[in-house]
Nanobody, 124 residues
């Protein structure tokens, strides 16, 4: 079983940047596709981006495409989400997620595991 802990959230002004981190513990992290989701108050959880188990493939939702970059370091069991040009509508709780899958990433994934989330607040 994989345990996921997010960090790096906080308060930032519109136009600013944040780098979210996700630390994973448990066996075979490198066999998992990883993703980031977010949930704003009163809204459904939204898929943002996924990365394949080796990091060679990524898939971005339109809402963050061009403003965000996902990466992973399998040697350190870490996943990162660099977010730039943040907007007030990016305010949400951001979740790291994992799916046991060594296949390609060509769209949103259905996670097996979730972190508890980290809050991102973007002020105007």
């Amino acid at each position: 079983q994989v345990q996921l802990v997010e960090s790096g959230g906080g308060l930032v002004q519109a136009g600013g940047s944040l780098r979210l981190s996700c630390a994973a513990s448990g066996p075979s992290f490198s066999s998992y596709a990883m993703a980031w989701f977010r949930q704003a108050p009163g809204k459904d959880r939204e898929f943002l981006v996924a990365i394949s188990w080796r990091g060679g493939q990524t898939y971005y939702a339109d809402s963050v495409k061009g403003r965000s970059t996902i990466s992973r370091d399998n040697a350190k069991n870490m996943v990162f989400l660099q977010m730039n040009n943040l907007k007030p509508e990016d305010t949400a709780t951001y979740y790291c997620a994992a799916r046991a899958d060594r296949g390609p990433v060509a769209g949103p994934i259905q996670p097996n595991y979730w972190g508890r989330g980290t809050q991102v607040t973007v002020s105007s």
